[in-house]
């Protein structure tokens, strides 16, 4: 059979069974293939939506997912999507014709592998008729780790015929994740031991690690909390403060700042998470990673544990003393966590407008009357956090955050491929009218599916990040502000339920939605006061001029 046949009847076999993409003649055949041997295929209107999807749909799902694009103009298409994955470490394997080497006065020539891993992307291609499902393995275990691959598919390389070996080749097994050391052990356990106030924050890479990680924090008293990535995590844990970061509110920064040892686990402690180092500032904190090139590349740590999170944490726990006391566990940071973990719970005085809505207001009436049972994907902009924060989440299956890029624009299309990944919760999304007009295009991609899709359109006319940030310094805003749109009557022309809302009393249209079949999408297009957001507050801050 062809090579393209091989190479995706291989892929479906080793596990791809979602593919998101745009048909072209250069993946054309491979796609094909990849539907035959049983993988479900989202054709999208945009390669940067379909990349998008199958990053979200990958970080739900949490495996392989595979999107598939034509060469050339269709890898660049997609690039924003795959820059997105990289910095997210989604598995994800890029399926993308290629024009041969032998071929670069083709209008569709650009050094593919070159794009990729400028992205952080790593590159592989099929090098021969004799190699490909050997290249084509060596792709798919890599995208496995987390890190996002290209496979370049050359054209003359598909069209070659191979004989097809009847099944496709044994992948090997996976190394072992790493084991802590002794040392690194007793060291942690030490510290633990001495701590007043531990705090344990879990980052994406300690997905899996739910279970040893939360008794290694009953064992030693501390309190939990994620990053911004890893958000619902540890939702069924009373001790859990959310969110560690420029989303924490005023009543869990209190909390993480009088911490006297942070212990992170698969968290890069990045910018964001630190915000700017505020949330840390002196304290000691010890950095659990598989992955040597973490430890302190955001800032210096007093401890690196090189190890799997979950083997690390069983290993602390077991080595802890039997009774280690209270620590961070009283009554008072129980109440405090009672009162005050939720955003929704801080007290705020709803600001007016003619004909607009407070967008925290907005957040919480929906977060009362949408059900509990929800995937949330917010996109980024000055109005993030009344998506990211103000909706609960029922765990960290219910959450997506595509922000490592700080991109608008890549939430609608993410919580596609949320939703197909998760097909039991209702799928909501919160995007501004600056990033809801740029990826738009994929309203028709959740009309064709039947999704039943919540997109609150957070409308305040105007690029608000920008707004805010720039309007105390005298220039123009000519160029960041827009006339009012009429989102509803958009999103209506694409088969969408839509709703216009300036007022709670709006929201029946989102009731009579909710009651109804939810057989199409519905779009929001709420019409907000702008204002600067606490998310605004740090946003900038630390950026370089």
């Known amino acids: ?72 103009p269709g890898l660049t298409n997609a690039m924003t999507g795959i820059a997105e994955a990289a910095k997210a470490h989604t598995p994800l394997i890029v399926v993308a014709g290629e024009t041969p080497a032998t071929m670069k006065t083709s209008n569709f020539w650009i050094d593919q592998a070159a794009a ?68 690194a052990i007793l060291d942690l356990v030490s510290r633990l031991t001495r701590a007043e106030r531990p705090l344990i924050v879990a980052g994406r890479g300690a997905f899996g690690a739910h279970d040893a990680i939360v008794k290694l924090a009953a064992g030693s008293g501390a309190l939990l909390a994620t990053t911004a990535m890893a958000r619902g995590l540890f939702n069924d844990d009373p001790w ?29 402690l990045n910018r964001w998470t630190s915000r700017n180092g505020e949330l840390i500032g002196d304290t000691a904190v010890v950095q659990v990673d598989v992955d040597r090139t973490a430890f302190s590349r955001h800032r210096t740590v007093a401890a690196s544990v090189i190890g799997d999170a979950a083997l690390v944490a069983s290993a602390v726990t077991n080595a802890l003393p039997a009774s280690n006391g209270a620590g961070y566990r ?29 967008p925290r207001t907005l957040a919480v009436a929906l ?74 295009v994929e309203l028709d991609t959740a009309v064709r599916l039947e999704l039943p899709l919540v997109v609150v359109v957070y409308n305040d006319s105007a690029y608000g990040a920008e707004v805010h940030h720039f309007g105390h310094s005298g220039q123009p805003l000519d160029i960041v502000q827009f006339p009012d749109t009429d989102i509803a009557a958009i999103a209506r022309g694409f088969g969408c339920t839509a709703v216009t809302v300036r007022s709670l009393d709006d929201l029946s249209g989102v009731r009579e939605w909710l009651d109804g079949d939810r057989s199409t999408p519905i779009v929001i297009d709420a019409k907000t006061i702008s204002f600067p957001s606490w998310v605004d507050a740090h946003a900038f801050v630390g950026e370089p001029k």
């Open 1 to 72: 059979m062809k090579v393209s046949e091989a190479v995706g009847r291989a892929l479906v076999q080793w596990g791809v069974d979602q593919v998101f993409g745009v048909a072209g003649s250069g993946n054309f055949e491979v796609s094909n293939a990849m539907v035959a041997a049983g993988a479900t295929y989202v054709s999208a209107r945009h390669e940067g939506g379909a990349a998008t999807m199958a990053d979200g749909y990958a970080r739900l799902a949490r495996k392989v997912t595979a999107v598939s694009v034509h060469q050339g």
């Open 116 to 183: 990729a891993e400028a992205l952080g992307a790593v590159a592989f291609r099929l090098e021969s008729p004799a190699t490909a499902l050997a290249d084509a393995a060596r792709a798919f275990i890599l995208a496995g780790t987390g890190q996002p691959v290209l496979l370049g598919l050359p054209l003359d390389v598909q069209s070659a015929e191979i004989v097809w070996p009847g099944s496709a080749p044994s992948l090997p097994a996976l190394a072992s994740p790493p084991a802590p050391s002794d040392e």
């Open 240 to 268: 859990n403060v959310d969110v560690m970061g420029g989303f924490a509110n005023e009543t869990i920064s209190e909390l993480i700042t009088r911490a006297d040892l942070i212990v992170a686990f698969g968290a890069s």
């Open 330 to 358: 009283t009554a008072e940071v129980a109440q405090k966590l009672k009162d005050g973990r939720l955003w929704r719970d801080q007290p705020f005085e709803a600001r007016s407008a003619d004909g607009r809505i407070d």
């Open 367 to 440: 977060d009362d009357l949408l059900p509990a049972e929800r995937i949330v994907t917010a996109d980024a902009g000055s109005h993030t956090e009344y998506t990211a924060m103000y909706l609960q989440v029922p765990d960290d299956r219910g959450y997506c955050l595509p922000l490592g890029f700080q991109c608008i624009g890549l939430a609608l299309a993410a919580s596609i491929g949320a939703a197909i990944a998760q097909p039991d919760r209702l799928p909501v999304v919160g995007v501004g009218d600056g990033g809801f007009m740029m990826s738009l």
